[in-house]
Nanobody
Framework: QVQLVESGGGLVQPGGSLRLSCAAS????????MSWYRQAPGKERELVAE????????NYADSIKGRFTISRDNAKNTVYLQMNSLKPEDTAVYYC?????????WGQGTQVTVSS
């Protein structure tokens, strides 16, 4: 079955960096686009970044452009989110996502807290 397991979250000071990882299994990873979403308390889940199957095309939310970078390693079945210059408003649970045949699959999420 499809499994997405996020890691790398934690507490970081404003201006700091974190690298999230999402290990995928149960499907042919290299064939599908992957995305990162986040959900802050009291807010709806929002798309942060997405990367196509071959990694050539990437799309970012305006709020994180220039600070976050999505990448993937198809040999390791892993997608990454490098987050730099973190702000308190980046605090959220971050989720890994893929969509296959009109169905969404989600990881369990990893908490990112940006606070001094």
């Amino acid at each position: 079955q499809v499994q997405l397991v996020e890691s790398g979250g934690g507490l970081v000071q404003p201006g700091g960096s974190l690298r999230l990882s999402c290990a995928a299994s149960g499907f042919t990873f290299s064939m599908f686009a992957m995305s990162w979403y986040r959900q802050a308390p009291g807010k709806e889940r929002e798309l942060v970044a997405e990367i196509m199957s071959a990694g050539g095309f990437r799309n970012y939310a305006d709020s994180i452009k220039g600070r976050f970078t999505i990448s993937r390693d198809n040999a390791k079945n892993t997608v990454y989110l490098q987050m730099n210059s973190l702000k308190p408003e980046d605090t959220a649970v971050y989720y890994c996502n893929t969509r296959m045949y009109a169905r969404d699959y989600w990881g369990q999420g990893t908490q990112v807290t940006v606070s001094s």
